[in-house]
Nanobody, 124 residues
Framework: QVQLVESGGGLVQAGGSLRLSCAVS????????MGWYRQAPGNQRELVAT????????YYLDSVKGRFTISRDNAKNTMYLQMNSLKPEDTAAYYC?????????????????WGQGTQVTVST
């Protein structure tokens, strides 16, 4: 059974940094694209960033470009989200998810339940 466990969230002041981790077990990690989502209070989940199987191509939500960096270490079965220059609007629960990309680069998330996520709270 595939398991994805997010960690690394916390409380940080605006302008600070956090690094989120997503540990994957029960699958061949290197064969899957991966993505980070977030859900702020009262909002729907939104896609924050994606990364291809080899980590060479990435996508970012416009509002996080230049501040967030998605990466993966296939040898460690772990995906990361380095978040710098955090803003209060980044406050959300962050989730990781497996997926793939179609021939025009559209992200197709894997079907399934969501994990616990990790909470990021950015204070003013």
């Amino acid at each position: 059974q595939v398991q994805l466990v997010e960690s690394g969230g916390g409380l940080v002041q605006a302008g600070g940094s956090l690094r989120l981790s997503c540990a994957v077990s029960g699958s061949i990690f290197s064969l899957n694209g991966m993505g980070w989502y977030r859900q702020a209070p009262g909002n729907q989940r939104e896609l924050v960033a994606t990364i291809t199987t080899g980590g060479k191509t990435t996508y970012y939500l416009d509002s996080v470009k230049g501040r967030f960096t998605i990466s993966r270490d296939n040898a460690k079965n772990t995906m990361y989200l380095q978040m710098n220059s955090l803003k209060p609007e980044d406050t959300a629960a962050y989730y990781c998810r497996r997926g793939r990309f179609d021939t025009v680069g559209h992200w197709i998330p894997e079907f399934g339940s969501w994990g616990q996520g990790t909470q990021v709270t950015v204070s003013t």
